[in-house]
């Protein structure tokens, strides 16, 4: 196991669930503050303490359980319990004392907070990285490949992708994206041999796309293999390297054997183990023969750049506003329609859902400044929707009891509103010790 490598996916996680749960309780303190509400405690993290500090009436603390936060707001039934201040008379400062309608915006501060850094997550990444994608055209060329998952669901390698529900897709990356996948009643419309035919997406599908990752991954991909290639990196003191073979060459045979695509390269690799073969190169518009002898593990210490046509194009900043907007609500529309399927049976919640453990293998063994903020501005607004839940202790079950006192007049009672929020708290542990479980479980199962 790379120890270096987990530590600093750890520390991602900590550093990105510190910016989003500290953002988060961030929202519920200053509008609990601009509406006049003395808030007593701001953590990130949950107790025991690690250290904090007072400014004015507010305790600031960075808390050794860095799963979440909170904000001890005065005169308001919480996660702490603390009743004994709720017995006696109303202070104009308390949470209870305000408008329905104030204490709505407070506890959708948090909620609020989220989603504005997801968005503005989405458009930075959208105006410094632009858009690099695979046109369909290009896809199409030679088809797509498929494993065995593709194969269950009728697809076949060489199939070329018409459209998806319908619509032409733009590029490879549609023909793989959530929304699409998850949606009712989903189907590519492929061409074999000449012939349209339909391919819907299954709920046995789902059940297996869902269930194995790696299945998932390689379901639907591109004959890469099929493309023309040049030699990138090469590996010092290897038998490339010493033979004189340069990034940047083109191989065009392979003794008298025509090499237009990297599997027919790659095969004649494995084929002639341990041999000298001759390698013909093009170099700068000259041709030359280089006598390379192949490894026993069929490598010669080279890598390859596939010659694939990407399209790229940087955005505005008018138009990231609208492309990360858009990416950042899409997301939202995704775990929707996820929670959807979970609910129908579609696919199964113990394979979809990670705990932390789960969340320290997306961000990856090392740092990458572009996919640490994507994963961050997807968890900012997964957060603020699963935040947004009808579920006591969540900011949506604070919610749902406001709507009911501001639709009917009058709140539901302190010895209610206590229940609930114990509640709420026992089905949140129980879902912190679903998911911890499920994430040991997942390893175990990739051990057996």
């Not at 707001?73 to 004392?97: A, C, H, N, V």
């Not at 990458?368 to 006591?392: H, K, Q």
């Not at 202790?393 to 604070?398: E, I, N, S, T």
């Amino acid at each position: 196991m790379d120890i270096q490598g987990v530590i600093i996916g750890i520390l991602q996680l900590l550093a990105s669930l510190s910016i989003l749960v500290g953002l988060h309780e961030l929202g519920h303190l200053l509008a609990a503050k601009y509406f006049g509400v003395r808030v007593e405690k701001f953590s990130i993290g949950f107790p025991p303490k690690i250290f904090g500090f007072k400014y004015g009436e507010t305790e600031y603390c960075l808390s050794a359980l860095p799963l979440g936060g909170y904000v001890k707001i005065t005169g308001m039934i919480d996660e702490s319990l603390d009743t004994d201040q709720m017995k006696g008379e109303p202070q104009p400062y308390e949470f209870r004392s305000k408008p329905a309608w104030q204490r709505l915006i407070i506890m959708l501060g948090g909620i609020i907070f989220n989603v504005v850094l997801g968005v503005l997550i989405m458009i930075a990444i959208a105006f410094t990285y632009g858009e690099k994608y695979i046109p369909i055209d290009e896809v199409n060329k030679y088809g797509i490949e498929v494993n065995e998952l593709g194969k269950s669901l009728g697809l076949e390698t060489g199939d070329k992708i018409i459209n998806i529900n319908g619509e032409t897709p733009k590029s490879f990356r549609d023909l793989l994206d959530p929304a699409f996948i998850l949606n009712d009643n989903s189907y590519y419309t492929i061409e074999r041999n000449g012939q349209e035919m339909k391919i819907p997406i299954t709920s046995e599908f789902l059940q297996v796309y869902s269930s194995d990752k790696d299945e998932a991954k390689g379901f639907l991909t591109m004959r890469d293999g099929k493309y023309p290639f040049l030699i990138g990196a090469i590996a010092p003191n290897r038998n490339a390297d010493k033979a004189g073979l340069k990034s940047k060459d083109r191989v065009v045979k392979v003794n008298e054997t025509p090499t237009p695509d990297f599997d027919t390269f790659q095969a004649l690799l494995h084929q002639n183990a341990g041999k000298q073969l001759t390698f013909v190169v093009e170099r700068e518009g000259k041709t030359m023969n280089l006598p390379i002898t192949v490894a026993e593990d069929s490598t010669i210490g080279v890598g390859i750049n596939k010659e694939i046509n990407f399209v790229e194009r940087p955005y505005s900043f008018s138009e990231s506003l609208q492309v990360g907007t858009e990416t950042a609500f899409g997301v939202i529309g995704v775990q929707a329609m996820a929670y959807k399927k979970m609910a129908k049976g579609d696919i199964n919640a113990s394979d979809s859902l990670s705990g932390p453990i789960g969340m320290v293998m997306i961000f990856g063994m090392e740092f990458d400044a572009y996919r640490f903020w994507r994963i961050t501005g997807f968890l900012s607004m997964v957060l603020a929707l699963m935040n947004l839940l009808p579920i006591p202790a969540l900011d949506g079950g604070h919610v749902m009891f406001l709507l009911y006192e501001m639709i009917t007049g009058r709140p539901p009672s302190d010895k209610f509103l206590e229940i609930a929020q114990k509640v709420g708290m026992v089905l949140i542990l129980c879902l912190m010790i679903f998911v911890f479980g499920n994430d040991i479980w997942k390893i175990i199962k990739g051990f057996l």
